[in-house]
């Protein structure tokens, strides 16, 4: 049986569920850019390297200096076959999420894997994982910021169908502790796919099925 590629997505959001404007971020948020860094950087185990798979115009987004992204294996997704050429050595060129999935999973030392946006590659995701097709989003860290900004591109809502039934926020939004930068607020949330949920939801029916199963067999023998 074929392995399923399981990624995360990454992604900060302001009230309407905006990511960024004239391809860049709206806002500047130290502890953000801090969290989404150690997140992305942390392999599951020191032997591993972590994978990042951003659209282009997310790549283009980020400070020269700045990028690749250390630490991390970059794959950038493009529809232009001349791009690998001008970008450093060791970055990924593919023109697909699912292609940026299957060379993802063939790198040995692979540790987790972040799609990391923007709007387009994010669609992508949810309707790669809505599909079946032996790719899988588990969770979706989202930075919930608590401020309007004016945007262009966006993240789907998650609280809404059809993804409110895939995703389920782990922790009521308001119980999350509030952070503060730069006089902004904002909140780390966390949404994990209903498919963990709903086979513990199943193996709990199973058990109270077997059980009642017992208990009759019981009285029967009594
Ligand atoms: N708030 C956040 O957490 C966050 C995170 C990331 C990005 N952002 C923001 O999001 C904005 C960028 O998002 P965006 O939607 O405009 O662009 P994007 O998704 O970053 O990049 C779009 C480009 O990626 C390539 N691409 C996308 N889907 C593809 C596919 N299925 N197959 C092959 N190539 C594909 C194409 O590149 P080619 O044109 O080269 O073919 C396309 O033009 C920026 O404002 C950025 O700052 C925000």
Not at 54 to 61: A, E, L, Q
Not at 190 to 203: D, I, M
Request: aromatic share 10%; proline share 6%; with cysteine.
């Amino acid at each position: 049986m074929s392995q399923e590629k399981t990624f995360d997505m990454i992604v900060a959001v302001c009230q309407g569920w905006g990511i960024g404007k004239h391809g860049t971020l709206p806002w500047r948020i130290r502890k953000d850019m801090q969290f989404f860094q150690s997140k992305t950087s942390t392999p599951p185990s020191p032997m591993k390297k972590n994978i990042v798979i951003m659209g282009r115009k997310t790549y283009d987004s980020i400070p020269p200096k700045f990028r690749p992204l250390p630490d991390r294996t970059n794959i950038i997704l493009s529809r232009n076959t001349q791009l690998k050429e001008s970008l450093p050595e060791g970055v990924i060129v593919c023109d697909s999420l699912p292609s940026a999935l299957d060379c993802a999973y063939a790198i040995q030392d692979r540790g987790d894997v972040y799609v990391a946006g923007g709007g387009q590659v994010y669609r992508d995701g949810l309707t790669l994982s809505g599909e079946k097709r032996g790719y899988h989003c588990r969770n979706i860290f989202v930075t919930h910021i608590d401020k309007q900004y004016d945007c262009d591109a966006f993240f789907p809502d998650l609280s809404k169908p059809p993804h409110s039934s895939s995703f389920r926020l782990s922790n009521e939004l308001e119980r999350l502790p509030v952070e503060e930068d730069n006089g902004v607020q904002f909140r780390f949330a966390t949404y994990s796919a209903e498919t963990s949920g709903v086979s513990l939801h199943k193996k709990h029916q199973h058990l109270r099925e077997s059980e009642r199963q017992f208990n009759r067999q019981e009285e029967s023998e009594r």
